[in-house]
């Protein structure tokens, strides 16, 4: 039972261009949701996050969107860098469980073409 | 300051041993949780540790057990190893422990069962 789905496992997005990353999640007791980029045989690097009470939140070239009532987000980078290069996970956690485990999704490989 | 350290970063066991994994949080954080990774797949959240409570486990057999000590490092335990237990282990801290935050990983333990 996969709660946190990132149904595209690869994409391909010229320098420059903007990069759109999406993740579904089916658990309504998710109200935090995060990124995190991995680079090969490194550990995975958080790059923002977003509570359900928000519908947007930016941090430079990344802004992640949240639609709670189709339970989907996304990570749009513009514009898209070659260091951008990387799988990218979206990750899920419910602050009334009473811990902080987060779910995460399978991983999208984005490659930014020079 | 240092991130996330983990020791060792490659281990090689053969099924049936048993293994100890090591994680330093980040300074003055004192939530500690471990994940596996296997291939192909998100990090599965295994264990969480805060104030040397346990505060969460995921979905993994008695086999696995892991402690937090005092100075807030944390060790993983797997016994009776198998094969499916070959997997890239991260450990992951958090000032609060309590969610609705980021948290941060280490670069992990690349364990091979023979």
């Known amino acids: 039972d996969q709660q946190v789905k990132q149904n595209s496992p690869s994409l391909s997005v010229q320098e420059g261009r903007i990069s759109i990353l999406n993740c579904d999640y089916t658990n309504s007791m998710f109200d935090y949701f995060l990124w995190y980029k991995k680079y090969p045989a490194e550990g995975p690097t958080f790059l923002i996050s977003i509570s359900s009470i928000k519908d947007k939140n930016e941090d430079g070239r990344f802004t992640v969107f949240l639609n709670k009532s189709a339970k989907h987000l996304s990570l749009h980078i513009v514009p898209s860098q070659p260091g951008d290069s990387a799988v990218y996970f979206c990750?899920?956690?419910?602050?009334?469980?009473?811990?902080?485990?987060?779910?995460f999704g399978t991983g999208t490989r984005l490659t930014i073409i020079p | 300051d240092a991130g996330v350290t983990q020791s060792p970063t490659h281990l090689i066991k053969t099924r049936g041993q048993h293994v100890t994994l090591r994680c330093s949080p980040i300074s003055g954080h004192k939530s500690v949780s471990w994940y596996q990774q296997v291939l192909g797949q998100g990090p599965q959240f295994i264990f969480q540790?805060?104030?040397?409570?346990?505060?969460g486990r995921g979905n993994f057999p008695d086999r696995f057990s892991a402690r937090q000590f005092p100075n807030y490092s944390s060790e993983l335990n797997v016994n009776a190893l198998l094969l499916g237990d070959s997997a890239l282990y991260l450990c992951?801290?958090?000032?609060?422990?309590?969610?609705?935050?980021?948290?941060?990983f280490g670069d992990g333990t690349r364990l091979s069962i023979l």
């Open positions: 990750a899920a956690g419910a602050s009334n469980f009473g811990n902080e485990k987060l779910t």
């Open positions: 540790y805060y104030e040397k409570e346990e505060r």
């Open positions: 992951a801290s958090s000032f609060r422990g309590g969610g609705n935050q980021p948290q941060h």
